[in-house]
C-alpha cells in the first residue's frame, strides 16, 4: 500500500521556468511533509518542509503547498535552474516521537534544460 | 549544520559473509536514528528505527535477525546485515534526529552495498 505517491516519474523544463513536483497521500494522520532532492548513490538533502496547520511554505526559490482536503503537496520552484536536476523525493511523517520515521513517495526526476 | 557520516560508501562482499554499516551524527546527538534502503529505481523503504540503548523497532517484512542494529551511544549506529546474499545488494541510507527536538531528520550518503 503506497500510502505517498508521486504519479509522475520524470518532469522536464526549461531553464528560468517553473518546475512543479506533485505529491498525493493517503494516510490522514501524517501531519508533517518533507521535501527532498537526491542525486544517485546519495543520500536525500532536505529542501523545505511544511506542518499540516499551514497551507503553504517558501524558502528562496522553492515553496511547497499543501491541501489537506485534496491530500496534495507540490513543490514549485522558481525559477528553475540546470543544478536542479535531480530526483525529487516527498516524504510523509506523523508528529511526536515518530519524527524522522518518513514515509517516501517513489520520486519524480526534474531535468532542467539550458 | 547537522552532519550525518556513513561508512563505507560502498562495500562489495562474498554472499554468506556478513558486513557492517556504520553511521555516525558528527556534530550533534541523535538518541533515534533510521535505516532505510534503496533498490534501483525505487523509493526508499523504511526498514527500522534505532533507539539508543535499547532494542531497534523493526518494519513490518524486515527480517531482525539479518539485519543486526545496535545504538550503542548518541552518535553511532551500526546495521550489519548477516550473511549477505545477491538479494540483499542496495543501497542503505541512514538517517538521524537531533535529540530533544525537531522536526527534520539529517540523511548519510548511502552506503552501496553489493554481494557477489
Known amino acids: 500500500d503506497q500510502q505517498v505517491k508521486q504519479n509522475s516519474p520524470s518532469l522536464s523544463v526549461q531553464e528560468g521556468r517553473i518546475s512543479i513536483l506533485n505529491c498525493d497521500y493517503t494516510?490522514?494522520?501524517?501531519?508533517?511533509f518533507l521535501w527532498y532532492k537526491k542525486y544517485p548513490a546519495e543520500g536525500p538533502t532536505f529542501l523545505i518542509s511544511?506542518?499540516?496547520?499551514?497551507d503553504k511554505n517558501e524558502d528562496g526559490r522553492f515553496t511547497v503547498f499543501l491541501n489537506k482536503s485534496a491530500k496534495h503537496l507540490s513543490l514549485h520552484i522558481v525559477p528553475s535552474q540546470p543544478g536542479d536536476s535531480a530526483v525529487y523525493f516527498c516524504?510523509?511523517?506523523?508528529?511526536?516521537?515518530?519524527?524522522?520515521?518518513?514515509?517516501f513517495g517513489q520520486g519524480t526526476i526534474l531535468t532542467v534544460h539550458p | 549544520g547537522a552532519v550525518v557520516s556513513q561508512h563505507p560508501s560502498w562495500v562489495i562482499c562474498k554472499s554468506g559473509t556478513s558486513v557492517k554499516i556504520e553511521c555516525r551524527s558528527l556534530?550533534?546527538?541523535?538518541?533515534?536514528m533510521f535505516w532505510y534502503r534503496q533498490f534501483p529505481k525505487q523509493s526508499l523503504m523504511l526498514m527500522a528505527t534505532?533507539?539508543?540503548?535499547?532494542?531497534?523497532?523493526?518494519e513490518q517484512g524486515v527480517e531482525k535477525d539479518k539485519f543486526l542494529i545496535n545504538h550503542a551511544s548518541l552518535t553511532l549506529s551500526t546495521l550489519t546485515v548477516t550473511s549477505a546474499h545477491p538479494e540483499d545488494s542496495s543501497f542503505y541510507i541512514c538517517?538521524?534526529?537531533?535529540?530533544?527536538?525537531?522536526?527534520?531528520?539529517?540523511f548519510g550518503q548511502g552506503t552501496r552495498l553489493t554481494v557477489v
Open positions: 494516510n490522514s494522520m501524517f501531519d508533517y
Open positions: 516524504a510523509a511523517t506523523v508528529g511526536g516521537t515518530s519524527y524522522g520515521k518518513l514515509t
Open positions: 556534530d550533534f546527538q541523535a538518541t533515534t
Open positions: 538517517s538521524a534526529r537531533r535529540t530533544g527536538g525537531g522536526t527534520e531528520a539529517f
Open positions: 534505532s533507539n539508543e540503548g535499547s532494542k531497534a523497532t523493526y
Open positions: 511544511i506542518s499540516s496547520i499551514k
